[in-house]
């Protein structure tokens, strides 16, 4: 059986969806490295600080404290302040790629994933988790899918959440955060060499699972 899980991609391609089905499964802790990155610009959106703004940064990431917990479903806390809903609004969603893009903040949060994902069998969801933060890692799959698809699954999602936001809001904030994510020097967004590539656009959620646990067990 394979131990370490790490699934990348874009904005939408399923991957906590997936990766969180799969954990289950496999009874694995789950970990979102984005609900990290989201948590980190919160507190940067709380002390209204705009990135790059870099000056006492260290001091800054030295006050963060983050702790997650994975049972009946994941959870995120700040400083002991539990986040998971409020990493999601909007102006979050606008922020992250800014605040993940400064070289500190990945440095801090690169620890802080090994730790928690190495400390038991795990999948780990997220853009740089095959390339740079478990390149050991037993298995790593890609997950693609096309843009529109993407952005439709996240629009549906956050509607079924009862936010009325617009399509084409979604669909450009999952182009910006794919441009942003793709291009920076830092632990860009890209596939592994020893990666597995996944289209989704046209497979359903239990299709995907599916074929990542096969793969797990052979
Ligand atoms: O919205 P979605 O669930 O696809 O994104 P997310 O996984 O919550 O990640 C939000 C953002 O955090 C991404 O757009 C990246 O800018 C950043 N991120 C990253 O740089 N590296 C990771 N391993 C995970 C997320």
Redesign the pocket.
Known sequence: MKKHIAI?G????G??TVAQKLARRLNYLYL???????AVALYFWQNHLQPPEIEGLPFLLSNIKLEVSWEEKFRIFLNGREVTEDIRQPEI?AL??PV??IKEV?DYLRAV?REIALSRPSVT?????GTV?LPDADLKIFLTARPEIRAYR?WRERKDKGNNIDYKLVLKNVLM?DF??STRDN?P?RKAEDAIEIDTSCLSIDEVVEKIYELVKN
């Open positions: 990348d874009p904005a939408g391609a991957k906590s979102d490295t984005g609900a990290l990155y989201r969603d992250v790629s993940a893009k990945r994933q969801e997220g853009r740089d988790i933060i996240r955060r942003i994510d632990a967004l």
